[in-house]
């Protein structure tokens, strides 16, 4: 592969100097990130020019830390100059570096925008990666253009290995009509562009596309004659899990037995999957040595951070087998592979703004992915994918390219950041493709809530644009900036950096023997705190640092296994998050705000800890359901609701039960598609199960939703957040259940205001949007009947009857809608119901969706694909795809139906686009998403024993909406520029 690349230095070389933007693709992109700065190095690119007072530098990005130093260290070897090449993995502030090649992350590059909007100090910016599209990397690209707008020399060199290049490319060829409009309308308005004067430089070409060379591959592919048992068939639960790992488990023996010698990479698409069938691979290679075949060792990639260093190889062995769930885990490694194991699947990150924000998911992978997962054998090696070629072939199975993660990303975090840089309008911002409108929405409504925009979109200083400079999620970011308020970033800081260590405590659904399950709650129990996870992290991180150095054999004696050595590295080194701490302090201080201080802690108040937590993370209060459902059915407003930490019988005795109960999200309750949440097994609350709860995360395991770092928290503490959320009802209307619980809850408790009758509202009051009181009821003045406006009486009744029969018929289709949900009706999906894996023998059965479109619109309305094959329980994400073929914007409203109509209770979808009004510009194409599980109950439906084909049909109508005045203004703006 390397020969491949350095055969065509000089075509790389000549297509950077004569192009603002060159594209690179071919299947040697690991080795591009090192060989393409080599090659700018020496051709001058870093020397000093008229222009600069500074000799320009060449930065790399990577999505990742462990490319980011694989790569420096392959090209400072290129080099023979380790001086000249930097690699930065920490704050934005780190980037001041004399080094000639600097090699940074993505996130780490977005954050440095933030004190240099125009990266002046670099000349050659490449980006690697672009076949993932990444959500970092789609809001790089549209940064790029804009600053290729001021910096007309400035080169961008993009490294796909795969993908679709075409796209991007077509996104930067229109950067020179936006720049001289651009420049028309600065001229126009007065401002002055400062740059530097070009001299008797050629003007750069737009874009240049090149393919590198790769060797020929020799490897054969193997397909499944029929198609396996689904792994993810919830009606099974984690019996399809342990199916799909014993198939897994077969084909890599079947491959150790009767292929010659050499290393074998297997694929899983979850973490869950790689510890289970790492498992089940060390249990059978014991078996497999006692038949005389010899020995192998079986290495997972990618857990614990570098866990498989910890792992005892014997050098004897004949080959390995490596297990990841990601090719970027393989880098680093130097093994040949001869053998890939793929299942054809892959995890990605899918939106759900109903119930927490986004969740990973496991979704077919694209065939540019399993190419790519099968590019790595050397040699006449074999690829052995997990399901039928006719399966891999069909456009409606499966998908050539993968889709971007703005259009299924939760996209919080990237709007403030965007924001930061100070774009107000979203309209003027141009993006390679467009994000959903609702999820532009619910990112300014969750940034509106935790303070970080004020109610006009402005970021709001200090804790917006501090936020906005930490690396982390908003709630996080939240998390640390409410910290310094109260006093305890210390405590802030420290949980924070053990997020980053990823599965602190083994699953114990992995643990088998019941030594080893006592001896993992026993650890556990040494560092559990009764708040919960984050309290517990805290506690493993202080004891772990402060007995280090006092007692050599403390973590053999506290740990179960490897667990916590995992986490900290090892006995004799520093723990591994240590150094995340020193990330949000510089941050802070490089933008001159108010720093965090990791000097301040709370001490032994714990209680402060607990509000900064729960004023970040509110949006993700859980209760049982049980509570739920009983303050929901009752007519009373004031109900004694006895907060119970297990479940009581008719007779009020406690029962003890092991199973996992039910919460529900309380910011979502008042909607039909809210989800049940589960504690996760790995938490330190899994056996308490306390009735309150704030989590940060969630997972998707088996189409089941699991709570990740888990802290309980008292009702009590939602009267703070509704009265601060009371004087913005509409855009708090997701809350209006805190007000309902606590007020039926504590009511009795809570000391209401001190204002025996509510204030008398005002006139601008009266005239705006009603206000959220708590604990009060707004009460209006009863209107003054004149007895000589008697006479109008029964022409104002008429009048009233006329508006209210006119505002029917705009409440029809949701008032059909909830109808259908209810009832089932003409084959409407329900609200998802409580279920348990059918006892029956009909778990292995599957069903065929297909997606049909019509359209009463002038629009190209289709599936991305025709048919999946799915099984009950099973959550998959479908794509439709539309276009507006019309010279004029057209609003539509999309309806669905489900045939036959009795599958209809049993199609339960979680995010469509059904019902909510859709805007498409002139020639505008755009993806929409649906993601939807089958009810396992289908199997006991006789109605539908016989029944494998589900239809689910779409259609779009027009919609009654206006045009926004907006879009018509803008619309003949850009006309008239056109004219002229």
């Not at 993810?232 to 899990?241: I, Q």
């Amino acid at each position: 592969m390397a020969n491949a690349v350095l055969s065509q230095r000089d075509e790389v070389v000549a297509a950077v100097e004569g192009h603002n933007v060159v594209a690179f693709s071919g299947p040697t992109e690991s080795y591009a990130s090192s060989y393409i700065p080599f090659f700018l190095y020496k051709a001058g690119f870093t020397s000093s020019s008229t222009c600069r007072k500074n000799p320009p530098r060449i930065c790399v990005a990577h999505s990742r830390r462990r490319e980011v130093m694989s790569s420096a260290e392959s090209c400072s070897v290129l080099i023979n100059n380790p001086s000249k090449v930097a690699c930065h993995l920490g704050s934005a502030a780190s980037l001041n570096s004399t080094a000639d090649i600097v090699y940074v992350t993505e996130d780490c590059l977005l954050r440095r925008l933030v004190a240099d909007p125009l990266l002046s100090d670099y000349g050659v910016v490449i980006l690697t990666g672009l076949q993932d599209r990444l959500l970092c990397t789609e809001i790089l690209l549209a940064l790029l253009k804009r600053i290729l707008s001021r910096r007309s020399r400035l080169r961008i060199v993009l490294c796909f290995e795969r993908g679709n290049v075409d796209e991007v490319l077509t996104f930067f060829r229109r950067r020179a009509t936006d720049r001289d409009a651009a420049a028309e309308t600065s001229a126009a308005d007065g401002d002055e562009v400062s740059k530097p004067h070009p001299g008797n430089l050629p003007q750069l070409g737009d874009v240049c596309h090149v393919r590198l060379k790769s060797d020929p591959t020799s490897y054969k592919v193997q397909y499944l004659s029929a198609p396996c048992p689904n792994y993810l068939d919830a009606a099974v639960s984690t019996g399809a899990l342990h199916i799909a790992s014993r198939l897994r488990v077969v084909s890599v023996w079947s491959v150790c037995r009767n292929e010659p010698s050499g290393n074998v990479l297997v694929f899983v698409p979850s973490s869950e999957e790689l510890e289970l069938l790492h498992t089940n691979l060390v249990e059978s290679a014991k078996s497999f040595r006692e038949q005389g075949a010899g020995s192998i060792n079986v290495v997972p990639l990618g857990v614990g951070g570098s866990a498989e260093q910890h792992i005892k190889r014997n050098p004897y062995a004949s080959r390995n087998v490596y297990i990841c769930c990601d090719l970027r885990d393989y880098r680093s490694k130097v093994d040949s592979i001869r053998y890939v194991v793929d299942c054809a699947f892959s995890r990605r990150m899918v939106s759900d703004h109903v119930n927490t924000g986004s969740v990973a998911c496991t979704v077919h992978a694209t065939r540019d992915e399993m190419r790519q997962r099968s590019n790595v054998i050397r040699g006449h090696g074999k690829c052995y994918r997990l399901l039928t070629e006719a399966h891999f072939l069909d456009n409606s199975l499966v998908m050539e390219f993968p889709i971007s993660e703005i259009k299924t990303s939760d996209l919080t975090t990237m709007i403030l950041f965007i924001k930061s840089l100070g774009v107000s309008d979203f309209s003027d911002f141009e993006f390679v493709v467009q994000p959903p409108i609702v999820a532009i929405e619910h990112a300014l409504t969750t940034l509106f809530l935790l303070g970080a925009i004020d109610g006009n979109g402005d970021v709001v200083y200090p804790c917006g644009n501090v936020m906005a400079e930490l690396p982390y999620t908003a709630m996080l970011s939240n998390f640390l900036y409410r910290s310094t308020e109260l006093g305890c970033s210390v405590e802030a800081l420290t949980i924070c950096a053990m997020l980053e260590v990823q599965d602190v405590v083994l699953k114990r659904g992995n643990v088998k023997s019941t030594y080893q399950t006592e001896r993992l709650q026993a650890a556990m129990r040494g560092f559990a705190a009764s708040e919960g996870d984050l309290f517990s992290y805290f506690n493993v991180y202080q004891l772990a640092h402060y007995y280090r150095d006092e007692d050599t054999k403390w973590l053999a004696r506290h740990a179960h296994g490897e667990w916590l050595r995992y986490s900290f590295g090892g006995e004799d080194s520093k723990p591994a998050c240590g150094s995340s701490q020193e990330i949000p302090a510089s941050g802070g201080e490089h933008l001159s705000l108010p720093p965090i201080r990791p000097q301040v802690s709370c001490g032994e108040n714990s209680a402060v800890l607990l509000e900064a937590i729960f004023k970040s993370f509110f949006l993700n209060v859980a209760c049982k359901e049980h509570l739920v459902r009983t303050l929901l059915t009752s007519r009373q407003l004031d109900v004694d609701l006895k907060v119970k930490s297990k479940v009581l019988d008719d007779e009020g005795n406690a029962i003890l039960t092991n199973e996992l109960q039910p919460y529900l999200l309380v910011a979502s309750l008042d909607t039909s598609k809210t989800r049940r949440l589960y504690i996760h097994s790995g938490s330190f609350l899994a056996d308490e199960q306390p009735d309150w709860v704030v989590f940060n995360e969630s997972l998707d395991i088996d189409g089941e939703y699991f709570m990740r770092d888990v802290t309980a928290i008292q009702p009590e503490s939602l009267f703070n957040v509704v009265a601060r959320l009371r004087p913005y009802s509409r855009v708090g209307d997701i809350h209006r259940w805190f007000a309902k619980a606590s007020s039926r809850r504590f009511s009795s408790r809570v000391d209401p205001p001190s204002q025996s009758h509510p204030p008398k509202p005002t006139e601008s009051q009266d005239g705006g949007e009603d206000k959220f009181m708590y604990l009060q009821t707004r009460f209006s003045r009863a209107p003054v009947v004149n007895p000589l406006k008697e006479a109008d009486s029964i022409g104002t009744a008429l009048l009233g009857v006329f508006i209210a029969l006119f505002g029917i018929t705009f409440a029809c289709v949701p008032l059909y809608e909830f109808f259908c949900q209810q009832s089932g009706y003409m084959g409407t999906t329900r609200r998802v119901k409580t279920y348990k894996p059918p006892p029956d023998d009909r778990g292995g059965r599957m069903f065929e969706i297909d997606f049909v479109t019509h359209s009463h619109l002038n629009w190209d309305f289709k599936p991305a694909q025709r048919s999946v094959v799915i099984g009950a329980g099973e959550t998959t994400l479908a794509f439709y795809t539309v276009k507006n073929l019309t010279d004029q914007p057209v609003i539509g409203v999309a309806a669905y139906h489900v045939i036959p109509d009795e599958a209809g209770g049993f199609f339960n979808k979680i995010q469509c686009f059904c019902f909510e009004e859709q805007m498409l510009h002139p020639g505008e194409e755009v993806d929409l998403p649906v993601l939807f599980f089958l009810d396992p109950d289908i199997l006991k439906d006789k109605r539908l024993y016989g029944v494998d084909k589900i239809t689910l049909t779409y259609t779009f109508f027009e919609a009654n909406s206006e045009i926004p005045p907006e879009y018509t203004t803008l619309l003949n703006r850009n006309n008239d520029n056109e004219e002229e």
